[in-house]
T-cell receptor
Framework: AQSVTQLGSHVSVSEGALVLLRCNYS??????LFWYVQYPNQGLQLLLK??????LVKGINGFEAEFKKSETSFHLTKPSAHMSDAAEYFCAVSDPNNDMRFGAGTRLTVKP | KAGVTQTPRYLIKTRGQQVTLSCSPISGHRSVSWYQQTPGQGLQFLFE???????NKGNFPGRFSGRQFSNSRSEMNVSTLELGDSALYLC?????????????FGPGTRLTVT
């Protein structure tokens, strides 16, 4: 069975600082990996996805993630945090049957 | 293009009642998936429908059911509501079935069971 683990349920950074949200996956087959963002009272929006092509994936809003097979990781980064980045972020893995498993989420707070 | 719409946005029901939630996918999308989001269990997959057929099902009791109509609109039904069914129910649509297809999420229906 596939799963993802997000390290840190809450992350706080200052505006302009590096954002690093951690995600480790477990999968018996080559995974498809996703990062979603959820703003209050809204659904999920896809930030980026890894589908076995380039290991460094660029997404929307300046976010990117690097797939590291040796570390079974897919951490999300953004060089400079903005106040509008404050939200909850979910890492997810999908198997070939399209069964998507989400991590518990990381709430990002951006301090002025 | 209009996004995924879900109705109603908020719902309050009593234990033992049943409820039906509706999801209208993006025009042209034929796959609809449903998820339950709770503070305790997080986001959990309920089921996926494609061309009116259930393609995949998560680990939920039979009280949770769904269907898809010929216009791709989908409904999910929960019978004999329990307090633990209080959650945000999210619907997502995609143009095809399979993990290569991006899922677009609606704003959700927040169900409160009292």
């Amino acid at each position: 069975a596939q799963s993802v683990t997000q390290l840190g349920s809450h992350v706080s950074v200052s505006e302009g600082a590096l954002v690093l949200l951690r995600c480790n996956y477990s999968s018996s087959v080559p995974p498809y990996l996703f990062w979603y963002v959820q703003y209050p009272n809204q659904g999920l929006q896809l930030l980026l996805k890894y589908t076995s092509a380039a290991t460094l994936v660029k997404g929307i809003n300046g976010f990117e993630a690097e797939f590291k097979k040796s570390e079974t990781s897919f951490h999300l980064t953004k060089p400079s945090a903005h106040m509008s980045d404050a939200a909850e972020y979910f890492c997810a893995v999908s198997d070939p049957n399209n069964d998507m498993r989400f991590g518990a989420g990381t709430r990002l707070t951006v301090k002025p | 293009k209009a996004g995924v719409t879900q109705t109603p946005r908020y719902l309050i029901k009593t234990r033992g009642q049943q409820v039906t939630l509706s999801c209208s996918p993006i025009s042209g999308h034929r796959s609809v998936s449903w998820y339950q989001q709770t503070p305790g269990q997080g986001l959990q997959f309920l089921f996926e429908y494609f061309s009116e057929t259930q393609r995949n099902k998560g680990n939920f009791p039979g009280r949770f059911s769904g269907r898809q109509f010929s216009n791709s609109r989908s409904e999910m039904n929960v019978s004999t509501l329990e307090l633990g069914d209080s959650a945000l129910y999210l619907c997502a649509s995609s143009s095809g079935t399979g993990r290569a297809y991006e899922q677009y999420f609606g704003p959700g229906t927040r169900l409160t069971v009292t």
